[in-house]
Every structure is written in structure tokens, then in C-alpha cells.
């Protein structure tokens, strides 16, 4: 078991980015649609590249459908990147 991650989700961005603390999330923003599963491999495969860790080492663990969720993270996390 590994850490876990509060994200919140804004799709439809710009440009992916990780934009910052809100509150207890992070806030993320990604290029990708919430259609179809889309958003959620963006957040995986974006959070997996930061972290230069495999894909599989990140998958969310609970509100897969909502703008926030929890994300269980199989590396340790950096200091920025822990919860407030």
C-alpha cells in the first residue's frame, strides 16, 4: 500500500499542469475530456511522468467519476507534494 493523494480535477485545460494547493487538494489541470475514462488516464499517466515512477504505481482509489479524488501512489511522494 502506498500514499495516498488528494487531486482536484479540472478537464477541458489548456495544457496539463499541476496547478497548486487547494485546501486539502491539489489541483490538476488536464487537456483531456471526462468522457469516456479519458481525464482519468491523463491524471494517472501525468502524475506517473512527474513522479518518474511506471503508470501502474498510481491509480485512483475513489471518486473516479467526480472532479475530486483520491489517488493511491505505490512510490513515496516528494515533500511538495504531500497534503496540507
Not at 491539489?26 to 513522479?51: D, H, Y
Not at 501502474?56 to 482509489?61: A, D, G, N, P, Q
Request: aromatic fraction near 2%.
Amino acid at each position: 500500500m502506498g500514499e495516498q493523494l488528494r487531486v482536484r480535477v479540472v478537464p477541458n485545460a489548456s495544457r496539463d499542469e499541476i496547478s497548486g494547493w487547494q485546501g486539502p487538494h491539489l489541483k490538476i489541470k488536464l487537456q483531456a475530456v471526462p468522457e469516456g475514462g479519458k481525464a482519468n488516464r491523463a491524471l494517472c499517466s501525468l502524475l506517473a511522468k512527474t513522479l518518474g515512477c511506471p503508470r501502474r504505481e498510481v491509480r485512483i482509489v475513489s471518486g473516479e467519476k467526480s472532479r475530486e479524488k483520491v489517488l493511491e501512489i505505490g512510490v513515496p511522494l516528494p515533500d511538495t507534494l504531500k497534503g496540507q
